[in-house]
């Protein structure tokens, strides 16, 4: 199997403080994990690729002070929304490779976060 | 640049096909995919086609591919209640773990 995994599935924090998500490869080795942002009724917007112990490459307009991405092991990589407002609420994916292909990135549950 | 079109809304009865069309505009797309997602879930892979491809079938989902006219579309047979969610067409450029481009999706919803 390739099961990826999201913690928390949901979270409510207020504004200015920050938030961490973690994504989790669970019964596979990820050499790469994507996190995307998903507003409503709209498409996955790729934000940052993360490669295991080197640093993410954002996306063009995605603040990478605001949206920090660490991939500390081939099983796990964090996004922590900093100063989060509330036009961060979002549904936020990540997903893992297994190989090479696209087609092996397996993607997680989701995380929905809802700044007030 | 890359750009994926989808239809919003597909309405189906129970028991009909269902034929999702997506079009996008980089010739040099590698692999085209399909996506599902149920509501408040993240996207499960259904079936995937290599460019040099025309039709791939998997038991109830049958993918054709126009390639001249960046065509590609998802047929279910026999809708089921099941298969209601939102169905993303994406492309990636080549078989490394290259970006996906994903249209913004197309809602199934499947009536009784």
């Not at chain 2, 996207?43 to 960046?70: E, G």
């Amino acid at each position: 199997g390739a099961v990826v995994s999201q913690h928390p599935s949901w979270v409510i924090c207020k504004s200015g403080t920050s938030v961490k998500i973690e994504c989790r490869s669970l019964d596979f080795q990820a050499t790469t994990m994507f996190w995307y942002r998903q507003f409503p009724k709209q498409s996955l917007m790729l934000m940052a690729t993360s490669n295991e112990g080197s640093k993410a490459t954002y996306e063009q307009g995605v603040e990478k002070d605001k949206f920090l991405i660490n991939h500390a092991s081939l099983t796990l990589s964090t996004l922590t929304v900093t100063s989060a407002h509330p036009e961060d609420s979002s549904f936020y994916i990540c997903s893992a490779t297994k190989g090479q292909g696209a087609y092996e990135q397996y993607f997680g549950p989701g995380t929905r976060l809802t700044v007030t | 640049g890359e750009d994926v079109e989808q239809s919003l809304f597909l309405s189906v009865r129970e028991g009909d096909s269902s034929v999702i069309n997506c079009t996008y505009t980089d010739s040099s797309s590698t692999y085209l995919y399909w996506y599902k997602q149920e509501p408040g879930a993240g996207l499960q892979l259904l079936t995937y086609i290599f460019s040099n491809m025309d039709m791939k079938q998997d038991q109830r989902l049958t993918v054709l591919l126009n390639k001249k006219d960046k065509h590609l579309s998802l047929r279910i047979a026999d809708t089921q209640t099941g298969d209601s969610a939102i169905y993303f067409c994406a492309e990636s450029l080549n078989s490394g773990y290259s970006t996906l481009t994903f249209g913004k999706g197309t809602m199934l919803l499947v009536s009784p």
